[in-house]
């Protein structure tokens, strides 16, 4: 017992061994799911690439590509946040591992079982769940990757529109070029401006989230 009246256990060797070789497993599968988030972005990085290419390959050339390559960006996002949420289980064991397994041995050579943190490690294992809501795997995804690409996007769109096929040179000439068929070129910008703002704010949101979170939580769980 210790002075605060819980009981200490001690780990075997063998033990010891098997939490090491579990840090493993969690690390290569950490891993392998960081590697998936990669390829995600990737995918949005060359769709934007190819739009870009097709809608800046001649004055004439339509914007449409740049309008259009949103979707697939906003698919990509889908994917990758549902796969973080995945990533984010093996990243949130291996760093509970981390500070409450080989940081406390390597300090003072002590585990600390008292805090009871193999009993949570348990718990997750018994029952998995995620650690994180799909609008914050959103909102960091969005911070991390996709607000870069969106930005890239944006940018290219209203540039092709102001100087092609010609320097525009009034308001109306601008929005007449964003016409779209029958949509009228307001209600298509209109409609982007509404995409970028919905990526800001989820963006923005997820950002006091985590700071919350960092502020609120009393343990190194991810």
């Given at each position: 017992m210790d002075g605060a009246g819980k009981e200490r256990k001690e780990l075997s060797a063998a033990e010891i061994g098997a939490l090491s070789h579990l840090y493993r497993g969690e690390v290569y599968r950490s891993t392998i799911w960081r590697t998936r988030l990669d390829t995600s972005t990737n995918w949005a990085v060359v769709t934007l690439g190819i739009a870009l290419t097709i809608s800046f390959a001649a004055p004439e050339a339509s914007p449409l590509p740049l309008v259009l390559v949103g979707v697939l960006i906003v698919f990509f996002l889908m994917l990758e946040a549902r796969r973080y949420r995945f990533f984010n289980v093996w990243r949130a064991r291996c760093r509970w591992l981390e500070t409450h397994f080989f940081a406390p041995m390597l300090h003072d050579g002590d585990l600390h079982m008292e805090e009871g943190w193999q009993k949570i490690l348990a718990e997750d294992y018994w029952t998995p769940h995620y650690h994180v809501s799909m609008r914050t795997a959103l909102g960091r995804r969005i911070r991390r990757n996709y607000l870069?690409?969106?930005?890239?996007?944006?940018?290219?769109?209203?540039?092709?529109?102001?100087?092609?096929?010609?320097?525009?040179?009034?308001?109306?000439?601008?929005?007449?070029?964003?016409?779209?068929?029958?949509?009228?070129?307001?209600?298509?910008?209109?409609?982007g401006a509404l995409y970028c703002v919905v990526f800001c704010v989820a963006?923005?949101?997820s950002y006091r989230s985590d700071m919350r979170r960092a502020r609120a939580r009393g343990s190194s769980m991810g």
């Open positions: 870069w690409i969106l930005l890239i996007q944006a940018a290219a769109y209203v540039g092709k529109l102001l100087v092609h096929p010609k320097p525009v040179e009034s308001l109306s000439q601008f929005i007449s070029r964003a016409e779209v068929g029958p949509v009228p070129g307001i209600v298509v910008l209109g409609l963006a923005l949101m």
